[in-house]
């Protein structure tokens, strides 16, 4: 139904802007030198985030689309481990 | 090598290495969804880049390291030549479908950031640095941060769809640029082989570089040169067009205008050039009834027919919608020209098969002669055609009139009266007079015809024989029928209110009125408002109008009648008098014409022919009307024939509504003596 439709597209974009705010911030705290501690946690852990949101853009998605972004993910899921360990 | 120690190589690098092969494979697959096979040319974009790439890490980085474990210098090698082989993916992507979507430009950047950052992580360390600079932490979450942001932008919705390749392409500047490092960067690379330890391969990789250059650069002229083709092509396409019809690969008015303009102006051509415009006869009642596809195939049809028909030299060309014209150079005067002329309007005598069905499609035509004394321009000598061709019209269909100097002056007043007309129909001066219906046998009045009238402020009475022809020919027959029908029901409805429904009033209805769709709805509309009962109102078709589309019209006189409607064929004699008519469509009844009241009661020939009328309806179970009685004779004789209603100047003149209120006053009984037995000579 459109109106579930116009929800989403408005909760999709304020979660955009969120994410935004919250990376760029952090990216500046590290970048400054600020962070208190490793820098590996808020690298991780915005790379959970991303490998998150990219599998379920694979999820949705469908065709090529979805081993397109599935192959991302997995990119970003072997970054992430290459950080934890 | 200058010594710098090499970074010992852990288990997390193996995760890492895993993740680059598995990006790279993303970005083609990626580049390919968009691509298809165009992203094959530009791979040597990225190859391009791979080897300058690999030139550049060779030598400001690997160089740099001093020898270490091998496993840790293939790690500290591997790391860079990935990177490069991202980037290398990166502007393959970039060549072969641009950058146009957001998400793939986000997706560009994440790819774009890992390698730099890599890269200026593998230099810092190569040159002695401890490679943990902030500001590259912060430039790897940037890139995640691009990702995310790609998966959650709507354009990531559409990221492998085809793109455009006119549209997604790299762009031309950013192709020379792209060459144009590599073109500079092959000798810079060439030089940097002097004196190093690994100058063979340095050079190798160099000439390499210049065979890719040399190759990519061919291809783009190439494609540069099949544009140009394509180009070109496009621009003939596109002059064709402007001088050419779509429907018919027939010149359009401009294309003959041009070709009339050359031979109008060739030196020692023939004296005499005659131009023959031809109009299709009811070319719209075909549109309207059988459909535009329909009429797009007649018009092909035509156009070749009068191509076939065109002889050596002679020019046929598509005007208008269903105008074509035939140039002609003779020899001789306005003899030849009317032989041109009869031989367009034979081409198209015969019928049409078209896939819904046979048409017959007879031609107005108009002529002009253009002879070496009396030069004209071509844009003047076709309006004058123009001009034959709608005086031709006004003469009714398959009319041939040759241009004279005084078709101006009456071009000009019939133009002028057109005009009246659409205003006169827009301020509802077009009123309606009734003529009485009797009943033969009682002389009682039982209906009347509604017929239009137009009193014009300045011109006086204008005879509808003088503008009912010209709304049929400019179409504006729709809105007045329109009108007319609901100023004659409103009258029905008050005289129904008054004296109950003992009058039907008929209203005439062209044939361009029928063809027309929502006809019915229309009608239904009009009666619905009017509130006119049932079997009251009458409509009167002409012949004309059941010859075009017959299945569509008869669906249409069947709706007609589910309204309450009644039809009668009126004029019945005057046109083909098609028996298969009287007994396929739905009708009432059938208005004898006048021509068949003359001599009746007088002359035996004529009585016996007008009974065979009246039997012949009569048998179809039809009623039957007497059109133009103006004797009682006439009358005494119709009625002695079984003929059920008469009409004429014997029982009233058409009157304004008025009259037949003060005759419904009284006893609707008109003043003439009872029928008789027949006087047969």
Same mark, same amino acid.
């Given at each position: 139904?459109?109106?579930?439709?116009?929800?989403?597209?408005?909760?999709?974009?304020?979660?955009?802007?969120?994410?935004?705010?919250?990376?760029?911030?952090?990216?500046?705290?590290?970048?400054?030198?600020?962070?208190?501690?490793?820098?590996?946690?808020?690298?991780?852990?915005?790379?959970?985030?991303?490998?998150?949101?990219?599998?379920?853009?694979?999820?949705?998605?469908?065709?090529?689309?979805?081993?397109?972004?599935?192959?991302?993910?997995?990119?970003?899921?072997?970054?992430?481990?290459?950080?934890?360990? | 090598?200058?010594?710098?120690?090499?970074?010992?190589?852990?288990?997390?690098?193996?995760?890492?290495?895993?993740?680059?092969?598995?990006?790279?494979?993303?970005?083609?697959?990626?580049?390919?969804?968009?691509?298809?096979?165009?992203?094959?040319?530009?791979?040597?974009?990225?190859?391009?880049?791979?080897?300058?790439?690999?030139?550049?890490?060779?030598?400001?980085?690997?160089?740099?390291?001093?020898?270490?474990?091998?496993?840790?210098?293939?790690?500290?090698?591997?790391?860079?030549?990935?990177?490069?082989?991202?980037?290398?993916?990166?502007?393959?992507?970039?060549?072969?479908?641009?950058?146009?979507?957001?998400?793939?430009?986000?997706?560009?950047?994440?790819?774009?950031?890992?390698?730099?950052?890599?890269?200026?992580?593998?230099?810092?360390?190569?040159?002695?640095?401890?490679?943990?600079? $902030?500001?590259?932490?912060?430039?790897?979450?940037?890139?995640?941060?691009?990702?995310?942001?790609?998966?959650?932008?709507?354009?990531?919705?559409?990221?492998?769809?085809?793109?455009?390749?006119?549209?997604?392409?790299?762009?031309?500047?950013?192709?020379?640029?792209?060459?144009?490092?590599?073109?500079?960067?092959?000798?810079?690379?060439?030089?940097?082989?002097?004196?190093?330890?690994?100058?063979?391969?340095?050079?190798?990789?160099?000439?390499?570089?210049?065979?890719?250059? !040399?190759?990519?650069?061919?291809?783009?002229?190439?494609?540069?040169?099949?544009?140009?083709?394509?180009?070109?092509?496009?621009?003939?396409?596109?002059?064709?067009?402007?001088?050419?019809?779509?429907?018919?690969?027939?010149?359009?008015?401009?294309?003959?205008?041009?070709?009339?303009?050359?031979?109008?102006?060739?030196?020692?051509?023939?004296? !005499?050039?005659?131009?023959?415009?031809?109009?299709?006869?009811?070319?719209?009642?075909?549109?309207?009834?059988?459909?535009?596809?329909?009429?797009?195939?007649?018009?092909?049809?035509?156009?070749?027919?009068?191509?076939?028909?065109?002889?050596?030299?002679?020019?046929?060309?598509?005007?208008?919608?269903?105008?074509?014209?035939?140039?002609?150079?003779?020899?001789?005067?306005?003899?030849?020209?009317?032989?041109?002329?009869?031989?367009?309007?034979?081409?198209?005598?015969?019928?049409?098969?078209?896939?819904?069905?046979?048409?017959?499609?007879?031609?107005?035509?108009?002529?002009?002669?253009?002879?070496?004394?009396?030069?004209?321009?071509? +844009?003047?000598?076709?309006?004058?055609?123009?001009?034959?061709?709608?005086?031709?019209?006004?003469?009714?269909?398959? +009319?041939?009139?040759?241009?004279?100097?005084?078709?101006? +002056?009456?071009?000009?007043?019939?133009?002028?009266?057109?005009?009246?007309?659409?205003?006169?129909?827009?301020?509802?001066?077009?009123?309606?007079?009734?003529? $009485?219906?009797?009943?033969?046998?009682?002389?009682?009045?039982?209906?009347?015809?509604?017929?239009?009238?137009?009193?014009? $402020?300045?011109?006086?009475?204008?005879?509808?024989?003088?503008?009912?022809?010209?709304?049929?020919?400019?179409?504006?027959?729709? $809105?007045?029928?329109?009108?007319?029908?609901?100023?004659?029901?409103?009258?029905?409805?008050?005289?129904?209110?008054?004296?109950?429904?003992?009058?039907?009033?008929?209203?005439?209805?062209?044939?361009?009125?029928?063809? +027309?769709?929502?006809?019915?709805?229309?009608?239904?509309?009009?009666?619905?408002?009017?509130?006119?009962?049932?079997?009251?109102?009458?409509?009167?078709?002409?012949?004309?109008?059941?010859?075009?589309?017959?299945?569509?019209?008869?669906?249409?006189?069947?709706?007609?009648?589910?309204?309450?409607?009644?039809?009668?064929?009126?004029?019945?004699?005057?046109?083909?008098?098609?028996?298969?008519?009287?007994?396929?469509?739905?009708?009432?009844?059938?208005?004898?014409?006048?021509?068949?009241?003359?001599?009746?009661?007088?002359?035996?020939?004529?009585?016996?022919?007008?009974?065979?009328?009246?039997?012949?309806?009569?048998?179809?179970?039809?009623?039957?009307?007497?059109?133009?009685?103006?004797?009682?004779?006439?009358?005494?004789?119709?009625?002695?024939?079984?003929?059920?209603?008469?009409?004429?100047?014997?029982?009233?003149?058409?009157?304004?509504?008025?009259?037949?209120?003060?005759?419904?006053?009284?006893?609707?009984?008109?003043?003439?003596?009872?029928?008789?037995?027949?006087?047969?000579?």
């Amino acid at each position: 139904m459109s109106g579930g439709k116009t929800a989403s597209r408005v909760r999709g974009g304020a979660l955009t802007w969120v994410v935004t705010a919250v990376c760029l911030a952090l990216a500046g705290v590290v970048a400054a030198g600020a962070w208190p501690g490793t820098t590996t946690v808020p690298i991780a852990a915005s790379g959970v985030v991303t490998g998150v949101f990219l599998a379920v853009r694979a999820a949705r998605s469908r065709g090529v689309g979805r081993w397109v972004w599935a192959f991302l993910a997995a990119s970003q899921w072997a970054f992430v481990a290459g950080d934890l360990w | 090598m200058r010594g710098i120690a090499t970074p010992a190589a852990g288990l997390a690098d193996v995760a890492y290495f895993a993740g680059y092969p598995v990006l790279a494979a993303g970005l083609v697959l990626l580049l390919f969804a968009r691509a298809g096979r165009a992203a094959l040319p530009a791979a040597s974009d990225g190859l391009v880049v791979g080897v300058i790439g690999t030139l550049a890490v060779w030598h400001f980085i690997l160089s740099e390291l001093a020898p270490g474990s091998t496993r840790d210098l293939l790690v500290a090698a591997a790391y860079p030549i990935a990177d490069v082989v991202l980037l290398a993916c990166l502007a393959w992507l970039a060549a072969a479908t641009g950058t146009r979507s957001t998400a793939a430009t986000l997706i560009a950047v994440n790819v774009a950031l890992n390698a730099g950052t890599d890269l200026a992580y593998a230099v810092d360390v190569a040159h002695g640095g401890s490679g943990d600079g $902030p500001y590259l932490d912060g430039a790897y979450l940037v890139a995640y941060l691009a990702l995310a942001l790609a998966a959650l932008h709507p354009s990531a919705a559409r990221l492998t769809a085809r793109a455009a390749r006119d549209s997604a392409a790299l762009s031309g500047g950013a192709r020379v640029l792209l060459l144009g490092a590599g073109v500079v960067a092959a000798p810079f690379v060439g030089l940097m082989s002097a004196g190093h330890s690994h100058g063979a391969w340095f050079m190798t990789a160099t000439a390499g570089l210049v065979v890719v250059l !040399v190759a990519r650069i061919a291809g783009v002229v190439n494609e540069a040169n099949r544009d140009r083709a394509a180009l070109a092509d496009k621009e003939a396409l596109l002059a064709h067009r402007a001088l050419h019809d779509d429907l018919t690969s027939l010149p359009n008015r401009r294309g003959l205008l041009e070709e009339l303009a050359v031979r109008l102006g060739r030196a020692g051509g023939d004296p !005499v050039v005659v131009v023959v415009v031809a109009e299709l006869d009811d070319f719209n009642l075909v549109n309207d009834g059988l459909g535009h596809a329909t009429g797009d195939e007649l018009l092909r049809r035509v156009a070749d027919r009068l191509r076939e028909a065109a002889r050596e030299g002679e020019l046929v060309a598509r005007i208008g919608g269903d105008e074509f014209v035939m140039v002609t150079s003779t020899p001789e005067g306005s003899a030849d020209a009317l032989a041109s002329a009869r031989r367009v309007a034979a081409t198209l005598e015969a019928p049409f098969a078209l896939s819904t069905g046979e048409v017959y499609m007879g031609a107005s035509l108009g002529v002009v002669v253009s002879d070496a004394e009396e030069r004209r321009p071509a +844009q003047e000598l076709l309006r004058d055609a123009g001009i034959a061709l709608y005086r031709a019209r006004e003469g009714g269909r398959g +009319q041939c009139q040759v241009f004279g100097g005084a078709m101006r +002056q009456w071009v000009s007043e019939r133009r002028s009266l057109e005009n009246d007309l659409r205003r006169a129909i827009d301020h509802d001066e077009i009123t309606l007079a009734y003529q $009485p219906q009797v009943d033969l046998g009682t002389r009682l009045i039982t209906g009347v015809e509604a017929l239009a009238r137009w009193q014009h $402020p300045t011109r006086g009475n204008v005879s509808p024989a003088q503008f009912v022809p010209l709304a049929e020919t400019t179409g504006l027959i729709v $809105p007045l029928g329109e009108r007319l029908l609901a100023r004659a029901c409103a009258d029905a409805r008050r005289w129904c209110d008054a004296h109950g429904p003992v009058l039907t009033v008929s209203v005439n209805v062209s044939a361009r009125q029928l063809a +027309q769709p929502g006809v019915v709805e229309q009608v239904r509309d009009v009666i619905a408002a009017g509130g006119v009962p049932p079997g009251v109102m009458v409509l009167e078709l002409t012949e004309t109008a059941l010859a075009t589309d017959p299945v569509r019209i008869r669906r249409r006189m069947e709706a007609l009648r589910d309204l309450g409607l009644r039809i009668e064929l009126d004029d019945f004699g005057t046109g083909q008098s098609s028996l298969a008519a009287l007994r396929t469509f739905p009708l009432d009844a059938v208005k004898i014409d006048r021509g068949f009241m003359e001599g009746v009661g007088e002359d035996t020939r004529a009585t016996h022919a007008v009974a065979a009328v009246v039997a012949l309806i009569h048998a179809l179970g039809l009623g039957s009307v007497a059109e133009g009685i103006e004797t009682d004779d006439q009358a005494r004789s119709m009625a002695a024939l079984g003929c059920g209603r008469g009409q004429g100047y014997l029982f009233g003149r058409p009157s304004p509504p008025g009259v037949i209120d003060a005759l419904l006053a009284e006893d609707r009984r008109l003043p003439a003596a009872p029928a008789v037995a027949p006087r047969i000579p």
